[in-house]
């Protein structure tokens, strides 16, 4: 009969008797110590050898063999049990551990990108140690002497010319857009007549309607300084005409050096006063009201372009805002070969489109002979601040000038022309030359004829389109 047993138990089994029986015989007759020896190494190796199989079946149960003491080499006449020992162990506590000041250093972790907003340089004038004027280096300065007008709404507004009382270099210039429309004033300049000057209001900028624009030299808007004696300034538009301008070279027509109270426009905007305010109002509404902006022109009022400031005792008279279309310009010859390069400019001073669609250009001779210039096809519109031109229709000069409309008529000397609404109602009238025959015009003619190349453009005084409805003093010859 067999029975199974989980070979590791028998491998023990077996190495247990071996180990008793060695032991019985070291104690029992030493001579047999190495033998003894040699069976204990058996033993272990037969208890932790290694083996292929889980199990072994043997016969159970096992008799004990007479062979296996026989072969120690001698018979014991005894056999004796050995005593049994505890086994010992022997436990070594391991030492704890002692602190230490050193510092452990940490694995680094791989830093993060560092993303740097690179600074745009400023550049500078080496001479004032001041930022440069806000145009680039590559920007194409205004000869200063230009004289043509452009459209109204920009002025300069204030100005401390005596700086203030942190110092005579904190000089500053105000734009105001007096009218109620944003205006595109990319490309626009402000310069002096001595060019130390130059401020470039910037390709893209604008001024929203009743908004201010400040520049300030302390702030490298602009390098030079203005002269406490005087100075002319002029602001141009895109095409280097003349938006407004202050000619002060004889002596600032008010402000005051001592008090740092700046040279302010008047409410009105014909004249000019000192400011009730220390410093000024950059940025906002000047210091003096329209009640009593009347009051302070009786110290100091001008009128640009100046000559010199001329004290009055009287109120500036109020111009009022215009209401109507206006003939802004003509020119009547571009000289021998070009006779027939003629236009005419209506200009929209009002902050509203103006439908022209069925409105006329009518012209008289000298003679008082009549004819017509053009008709405004439909859908003909002046936008606020705009212009609508007409120009003879021959060698493409039309286009070459961007006009709206053209025609074969052309313009002469001593002649008249007239705007007439889409009712046949004149809207205004100018004449030039003399010797007219019941011409169109409003007072009297301009005296003169114009020259080769130029232009008989409405004056541009303060902001404002001069409109007396006299052509003798609303115009002038440019250049």
């Known amino acids: 009969m067999f029975r199974t047993f989980p070979k590791r138990k028998i491998a023990l089994l077996a190495a247990t008797m071996l180990m008793i029986g060695a032991i019985a015989l070291i104690l029992a007759w030493p001579g047999a110590a190495a033998r003894g020896f040699g069976l204990l190494a058996s033993a272990w190796q037969t208890a932790f050898g290694d083996f292929s199989r889980d199990e072994i079946a043997i016969e159970t149960p096992l008799p004990p063999s007479s062979t296996f003491l026989g ?43 560092k993303i740097v907003t690179p600074v745009p340089a400023v550049a500078t004038n080496t001479a004032s140690s001041v930022a440069a004027p806000t145009g680039s280096s590559g920007t194409e300065w205004c000869s200063f002497s230009r004289t043509e007008r452009g459209a109204f709404g920009v002025l300069l507004n204030e100005v401390a010319w005596m700086g203030s009382a942190q110092g005579s270099s904190d000089e500053w210039l105000e734009l105001a857009n007096v009218s109620d429309r944003t205006i595109g004033t990319g490309g626009w300049q402000i310069l002096n007549n001595s060019g130390s000057i130059k401020i470039d209001l910037g390709a893209d900028s604008v001024m929203f309607g009743k908004s201010f624009r400040v520049f300030r030299r302390a702030a490298a808007d602009y390098s030079g300084a203005l002269n406490n004696s005087g100075d002319r300034l002029k602001i141009f538009d895109d095409e280097c005409k003349i938006v407004d301008e202050l000619n002060a070279l004889d002596d600032w027509p008010a402000g005051d050096n001592t008090a740092k109270k700046t040279l302010e426009r008047d409410a009105n905007s014909s004249g000019w006063h000192t400011s009730a305010d220390v410093g000024g109002t950059p940025g906002a509404q000047n210091s003096i009201p329209i009640a009593s902006a009347a009051a302070a022109t009786s110290t100091a009022s001008s009128t640009p372009p100046m000559t010199s400031p001329v004290a009055t005792t009287t109120a500036a008279t109020t111009t009022p805002a215009l209401s109507h279309l206006v003939i802004a310009a003509i020119k009547i010859t571009g000289g021998e070969g070009a006779t027939d390069q003629d236009y005419i400019k ?86 030039w030359g003399s010797g007219h025959t019941d011409p169109y015009v409003e007072g009297s003619a301009y005296p003169e004829n114009s020259g080769t190349g130029q232009e008989l453009a409405r004056k541009f005084e303060t902001g404002f389109i001069v409109d007396t409805d006299d052509n003798s003093k609303d115009f002038e010859l440019n250049p």
């Open 71 to 113: 072969d120690i080499g001698q018979k014991p006449s005894k056999v004796t049990t050995a005593p049994t020992f505890p086994l010992l162990i022997e436990q070594t506590k391991l030492p704890k551990p002692v602190a230490t000041s050193a510092k452990v250093a940490a694995v680094p972790e791989k830093p993060a990108a």
């Open 346 to 431: 209506i200009f929209n001073p009002t902050p509203e489109n103006a439908d022209v669609s069925g409105w006329k250009l009518r012209k008289r001779t000298q003679s008082g002979t009549e004819s017509s210039v053009k008709v405004f096809p439909d859908g003909s519109i002046i936008a606020p601040g705009g212009y609508f031109i007409w120009a003879n229709s021959a060698d493409g000069f039309a286009a070459t000038i961007g006009a709206n409309v053209s025609s074969t008529q052309t313009l002469a000397a001593d002649n008249s022309i007239a705007l007439l609404n889409a009712d046949g109602a004149i809207v205004d009238a100018l004449a």
